[in-house]
């Protein structure tokens, strides 16, 4: 769990799992050996970037390149989830420019594909001033089992497009 801060971590907790897991789906890339599992409460995580220590100049960034951001997540094939998303850009003040937040997404391996799916987001247009980003994702499953059952997530990335 490092440079991830647990915002939420209910239940059994997060966990680090090893592809596919237990009742789980083959991933696209096989480069990607490893996702994080959540549990029967909300388990939520978050990164706040700092641009500027990143390498990034008040000017790049007050020129507002687009900014995109990526996840990745999954059910498993015998309980249901539930996922969420939430990303943020902040200025100095950590206070937010735009926000992407979607609705969050309920997977039930009874009646639907539960495997991989990725999300994408394009920031464009949020003003001058941005210098962190918000990136908080996770859920929990939908029938409270005790361990791990819920959304599972990985390959979240941000990319700037300068």
């Known amino acids: 769990m490092e440079y991830w801060e647990l915002t939420e971590n209910g239940g059994s907790q997060w966990r680090v799992e090893a592809m596919p897991g237990d009742c789980g789906h083959d991933f696209c890339d096989e480069a990607t050996t490893k996702y994080f599992s ?49 990303v943020c850009l902040l200025d100095e003040n950590q206070e937010v420019l735009q926000e992407f937040k979607p609705d969050s997404v309920t997977l039930d391996p009874d009646s639907e594909d539960c495997s991989w799916k990725q999300i994408t987001h394009t920031f464009s247009e949020y003003g001058p001033g941005l210098r962190f980003i918000s990136f908080e994702h996770g859920g929990q499953d939908t029938k409270y089992w005790d361990g791990w059952f819920g959304v599972r997530v990985t390959g979240s990335s941000v990319t700037i497009e300068l």
């Open 38 to 86: 959540t549990s029967f409460e909300l388990c939520l995580k978050r990164q706040v970037v700092d641009l500027l220590t990143e390498g990034y100049t008040p000017e790049e960034l007050d020129s507002q390149p687009a900014v995109t951001v990526e996840d990745w997540y999954c059910g498993r094939t015998d309980c249901g989830c539930v996922y969420e998303l939430t």
